[in-house]
């Protein structure tokens, strides 16, 4: 199994830079920093997005990823009380019974 590549928020930046430049094509800079062009284009995108909070490095996600993670971890816990409560609720119908 391949290692992923990583690249730090300066390479990134630097390739949209050349890329932006426009002097040679994507694919053939591509291959000159041993990147895959459509990641070029990625990297373009987010700093469009961002500029200079576009890579803001390893482990730190974007506040909007952040929030979304925190939501999914509350309605999992949400989820599983309300199992439980509708569990009970059953239990204790039949026992009334």
């Known amino acids: 199994m391949r290692k992923r590549q990583t690249f730090s928020?300066?390479?990134k930046t630097e390739a949209v830079r050349l890329l932006d430049?426009?002097?040679k094509p994507a694919a053939e800079l591509a291959r000159e920093l041993?990147?895959?062009r459509n990641q070029l284009?990625?990297?373009q995108r987010e700093v469009q997005a961002?500029?200079?909070h576009a890579f803001p490095g390893q482990g730190r996600q974007p506040q909007p990823a952040e929030e979304l993670a925190r939501l999914k971890q509350e309605l999992a816990r949400v989820t599983e009380?309300?199992?439980i409560l509708k569990k009970a609720a059953r239990y204790f119908a039949?026992?009334?019974t």
Do not use: C, L
């Open 9 to 11: 928020p300066a390479f």
């Open 21 to 23: 430049r426009g002097e």
């Open 34 to 36: 041993g990147v895959r």
């Open 41 to 43: 284009y990625k990297w």
């Open 50 to 52: 961002h500029g200079a």
């Open 81 to 83: 009380e309300r199992d």
């Open 94 to 96: 039949r026992e009334s």
